[in-house]
């Protein structure tokens, strides 16, 4: 029985887990790291995750779902074949099939998976996390930071060292800064920008091309754009090899010849390298550190491959940063490792891990000028070490009150509707002027996210409790079975041919991405191949099907010469 990590991302999901003394990525069915995280279910109800839902992107849009992470802990339902689907039922597939291909690779079952959050999830977006594991019918008892995860994996053998990590992803940002003493890891302090990634730099590619070509990208169609965005974000890619890239776009059946430096995408999008500073001061400012006073800047993250990035932080920070050639893994090493860690491996077995608060929890407090619009009145501050126990006082505003209506929030806004709330209570108060008696109101909070509310008004001495755990707001066990159960029936697409169905899926997309003359023969390719597997001949199609492999590739490379390899 064996502990998987699982680095859950917006764009890409990876696992990992601990075996013999060291992390082992452990490679997907198609033998590669990531997995996209991306679902697609075709007419027949047949589900895709990952490589092939990523060419479905663009061949079958409207079947097809990617960046679902955004919404996790949200409302927000997607729908795929006229069926409904939340973030946490999308993420679940992903899990599961990350689950299936470490089973099938480690050739033993999966007793528990450990999955990675950015920092400042939420309470919400953590339950709703654990809910998608569930989901998948797999135990996740922990969570863990994904900066948490990287300071892990990064830290060095010296006794004392100071990180700040920069997790630059397709989707969001996160930094936070972490020390190192002896065997405690503690994080100091987090911040970040959850609609800062990769995929903004392609759509300011994309912006650039059309303003280049007097096209509108407010006029294409959804399947347009992401022809348009897939082939900025190879270009995109292509920079942190080359200086300039000039590539043929094509585009409503239409060739373009679009050229991108790394200069023109500086100028072109001087905001987005500024907003990356915006989350580092903050975080630094929360630790009360400095740039020079880190021992390194850890760069994490496929956005981190930029290397505009890199020299932008190091000329605004004025210093050095270390290149890291494996950006993409480290957050998943981390959690490779946390799972030796849980596993009591005997290697790594004495190290310590601390953790911070990443929001404010407090309560809503009378607002004289807006009575319906209360204040926030935070007990634990953003970054506070965990456990924490804190106690403030409050007082009724009315002579002879008879009680207080007590909110409990997370969140950063000043007003308490716009935090998240938590939970409520109503306490009894003993009666005489305004303000007479102090109400105490202490609030703990635990390593596992659970806060125990105690308030005690001491005119009366009425007591009341409140524990408020990190699921509070989602499913029962019994509804987590039920909705498990009905996943269950749709029909995943067999492991076994997934490969094959890889091979036609990019043939179609390199279809749509190319023009007529090509066209003819990727039809060829395309119906040959679906003979061959027709034949239902098992050792005829492994044969093929590595040579259609190799003539996908060469198709692609021709098609997009500066891709240095296909994901
Ligand atoms: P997430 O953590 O959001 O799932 P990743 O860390 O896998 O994401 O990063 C995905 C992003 O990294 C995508 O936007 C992708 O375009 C970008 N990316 C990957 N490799 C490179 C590269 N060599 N140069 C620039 N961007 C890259
Ligand atoms: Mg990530």
Redesign the pocket.
């Known amino acids: 029985m064996a502990i998987i990590g699982i ?1 859950l ?5 990876l696992a990992c887990t601990w075996q013999n003394g060291r992390c082992v990525i452990i490679p997907n069915r198609f033998g590669k790291e ?1 997995t996209p ?1 991306a679902v697609s279910i075709d007419e027949d109800g047949t589900l895709y995750i990952g490589a092939i839902a990523k060419e479905r992107l663009i061949t079958h849009p409207d079947d097809s779902i990617a960046l679902f ?1 955004r919404t996790m802990g949200s409302n927000q339902i997607y729908t795929l074949q006229g069926k409904q689907y939340t973030s946490e039922e999308l993420s679940s597939f992903v899990i599961r099939q990350l689950v299936d291909d470490a089973k099938a690779y480690l050739q033993e079952e999966i007793e528990e998976a450990i999955i990675s959050v950015p920092a400042y999830f939420n309470d919400a977006q953590r339950s709703a996390t654990k809910q998608a594991g569930a989901l998948a019918g797999i135990k996740v008892e922990r969570l863990i930071n ?1 900066p948490s995860a990287a300071a892990l994996f990064a830290r060095s053998n010296q006794d004392e060292e100071c990180f700040l990590i920069f ?6 940002l996160d930094i936070s800064i972490v020390e190192c003493f002896e065997q405690i890891i503690s994080i100091l302090a987090v911040s970040g920008d959850n609609h800062l ?3 903004d ?2 759509h300011a590619i994309a912006d650039a091309f059309c303003e280049e070509n007097d096209l509108f990208f407010e006029d294409l169609s959804p399947q347009e754009e992401r022809m348009l965005l897939r082939q900025c ?1 190879e270009m ?6 080359k200086e300039e890239v000039t590539n043929q776009i094509t585009f409503k059946e239409r060739i373009y010849s679009f050229t991108l430096s790394s200069r023109k995408l500086i100028m072109r999008a001087p905001d987005l390298f500024e907003r990356l500073l915006t989350p580092i001061h903050k975080a630094l400012h929360d630790a009360g550190r400095t740039p020079h006073d880190l021992d390194q800047i850890i760069m ?7 290397p505009t990035v890199k020299s932008y932080l190091e000329m605004k920070l004025e210093r050095t940063i270390l290149n890291h050639n494996e ?2 893994r480290i ?1 998943a090493m981390g959690i490779g490792m946390y799972a030796g860690i849980k596993q009591r491996a005997q290697d790594i077995k004495d190290l310590i891990l601390t953790d911070i608060c990443p929001f404010t929890l407090g309560i809503n407090i009378h607002n004289e000028s807006d009575p319906n619009n209360p204040y926030m009145h935070a007990i634990i501050e953003r970054n506070s070490p965990l456990p924490s126990s804190v106690e403030h006082n409050f007082y009724t505003i009315h002579d002879d009150q008879k009680a207080v209506d007590i909110k409990i929030f997370q969140g950063e806004s000043m007003y308490a509707n716009h935090n998240l709330l938590l939970g409520k209570t109503e306490v009894k108060v003993k009666q005489g002027k305004a303000g007479e008696y102090p109400i105490k109101v202490r609030f703990t909070y635990d390593i596992n996210g659970i806060l125990d509310v105690d308030i005690l008004d001491t005119g009366s001495q009425n007591k009341e409790t409140l524990l408020i755990t990190p699921a509070h707001t989602t499913m029962s066990e019994a509804e987590i079975e039920k909705a498990r159960k009905a996943l269950e029936k749709l029909k995943f697409h067999p492991r076994e041919e997934d490969q094959n169905k890889l091979i036609l899926s990019r043939l179609e997309r390199l279809f749509e991405e190319s023009t007529m003359e090509q066209r003819e023969y990727i039809i060829t390719l395309h119906k040959q191949f679906e003979a061959v597997l027709e034949k239902q001949d098992r050792i005829q199609i492994e044969v093929y099907r590595k040579k259609f492999e190799a003539i996908v590739d060469t198709l692609e490379r021709e098609l997009h010469p500066y891709q240095p390899t296909y994901h």
Do not use: A, R
């Not at 994490?300 to 930029?306: C, L």
């Open positions: 680095d991302g917006t764009t890409n999901s990531l995280s992470k994904e997790d630059f992803g397709g989707g969001t990634g990769g995929s730099f392609d974000e995109k890619i292509t920079l942190s090899q994490v993250g496929g956005s981190s491959k930029m950006c993409e957050v």
